[in-house]
């Protein structure tokens, strides 16, 4: 019995940092493809009507390339992390970061913003 309290003493942090990680990753992960497409849009130059995508977090809907007076910058927001914690995002590193957004220009250029 004492062995298994002694490797659940160290297996069960380890397993949660894990699950912190992985949430973070996947939410930093979903924002970026999402900015890619708006980025994609913006840098297109097309007159169109646009795509439009929905901001992880509020749920809004983001209107990207089309009309060239929409061609503004956009943040494009994470969800919450679960956990506050190092990320990655765009080849920036965050130490303690609770969530990011990506800034996508409207000449298509992208950059990752840590938020609290």
Do not use: H
């Not at 992880?56 to 994470?78: A, H, L, M, Q």
């Amino acid at each position: 019995m004492a062995i298994l309290g002694v490797v659940s003493a160290v297996a069960i942090p380890s397993y949660l940092g894990v699950v912190d990680r992985t949430d973070r990753k996947a939410k930093v992960a979903e924002v970026i493809g999402l900015a890619k497409e708006c980025a994609a849009a913006n840098a297109g130059g097309s007159d169109g009507p646009g795509i439009v995508i929905s901001d992880p977090r509020t749920g809004r809907p983001v209107i990207c390339g089309g009309d060239p007076r929409r061609r503004w910058r956009k943040n494009i927001k994470s969800q919450k992390f679960a956990k506050r914690g190092p990320v990655d995002c765009l080849g920036q590193n965050f130490a303690n970061a609770g969530s990011v957004w990506v800034r996508v220009e409207d000449d298509g250029r992208m950059r990752c913003i840590r938020r609290n």
